[in-house]
C-alpha cells in the first residue's frame, strides 16, 4: 500500500470554481501533515500546514481526519495563478522524513 | 528568496563520474534534508541531517551516496559513481522552527548521459 495516496487529476476547472482534493496516509504514527504547491520544474513551497481542528488561510481551507487518516484541500474561488500540482505530505515525529504524495494537478483556465 | 541555495542549477556528467551537490543554508539552522525527484514521479527522501550527521537515511540512499558539511556551511550530496537512473531533480531542504514542515531550495536538475 502506497504511503500517501492521491488522485492524479488533472484537475480541470474555471476561474471562480471550487475544488476540493483529498489524499489517504497509511502511518497512523504520522504527527504532522501538509500541503505543498509544486509548479512545473520548480521545488516544493509549503502552502500550509493541517491541524485536525482544520485551518483556513485564505481561499485554502485544509482539514484532517485521523481516525480515516484522510486530508483535503478546499479551494475557494480559484484564480489562473492556482494552477499548479498539489503535494499532501505527511511526517513522522520531529526529525523524521517528510513522505511525499505523488501530487494532483490543477489546471485553471479563463 | 530561497531558504537554501544550491548550485549547480543544471549539470549534465557521464554515466559512472562523480557528481557533487551543493547547498548552501541562507541562515545557521541544524536539520538538513536531501530529496529527488524523477521527471514525472513524486519527491522521494535520501537522507536526513542534524548537527552535522546523518540522522535518517532511506533505502535509495545506498553506498554510492553519502554527505556532509565540510566547513560547518556548506551541505553536499556526493553521487560517487552515476548511473543513467540517478538523473533526477535533487533538492535540498532546511527545517522549519520546530522541524515539523521543510523548506525547499531550488533544486539541481542532474542528468546522466
Known amino acids: 500500500r502506497k504511503e500517501v495516496e492521491q488522485d492524479p487529476g488533472p484537475f480541470n476547472v474555471p476561474e471562480g470554481a471550487t475544488v476540493a482534493f483529498n489524499c489517504t496516509y497509511s502511518?497512523?504514527?504520522?504527527?504532522?501533515f501538509f500541503w505543498y504547491r509544486q509548479d512545473c520544474r520548480k521545488e516544493p513551497k509549503l502552502l500550509m500546514s493541517?491541524?485536525?481542528s482544520g485551518n483556513e488561510d485564505g481561499r485554502f481551507t485544509a482539514q484532517l481526519n485521523r481516525a480515516s487518516q484522510y486530508i483535503s484541500l478546499l479551494i475557494r474561488d480559484s484564480k489562473l495563478s492556482d494552477s499548479a500540482t498539489y503535494l499532501c505530505?505527511?511526517?513522522?515525529?520531529?526529525?523524521?522524513?517528510?513522505?511525499f504524495g505523488k501530487g494532483t494537478t490543477l489546471s485553471v483556465s479563463s | 528568496e530561497p531558504e537554501v541555495t544550491q548550485t549547480p542549477s543544471h549539470q549534465v556528467t557521464q554515466m559512472g563520474q562523480e557528481v557533487i551537490l551543493r547547498c548552501v543554508p541562507i541562515?545557521?539552522?541544524?536539520?538538513f534534508y536531501w530529496y529527488r525527484q524523477i521527471l514525472g514521479q513524486k519527491v522521494e527522501f535520501l537522507v536526513s541531517f542534524y548537527n552535522n550527521e546523518i540522522s535518517e537515511k532511506s533505502e535509495i540512499f545506498d553506498d554510492q551516496f553519502s554527505v556532509e558539511r565540510p566547513d560547518g556551511s556548506n551541505f553536499t550530496l556526493k553521487i560517487r559513481s552515476t548511473k543513467l537512473e540517478d538523473s533526477a531533480m535533487y533538492f535540498c531542504a532546511r527545517g522549519g522552527a520546530m522541524n515539523t514542515e521543510a523548506f525547499f531550495g531550488q533544486g539541481t536538475r542532474l542528468t546522466v548521459v
Open positions: 505530505v505527511v511526517k513522522g515525529q520531529a526529525g523524521t522524513a517528510l513522505i
Open positions: 541562515s545557521n539552522h541544524l536539520y
Open positions: 502511518n497512523s504514527a504520522s504527527q504532522s
Open positions: 493541517v491541524y485536525s
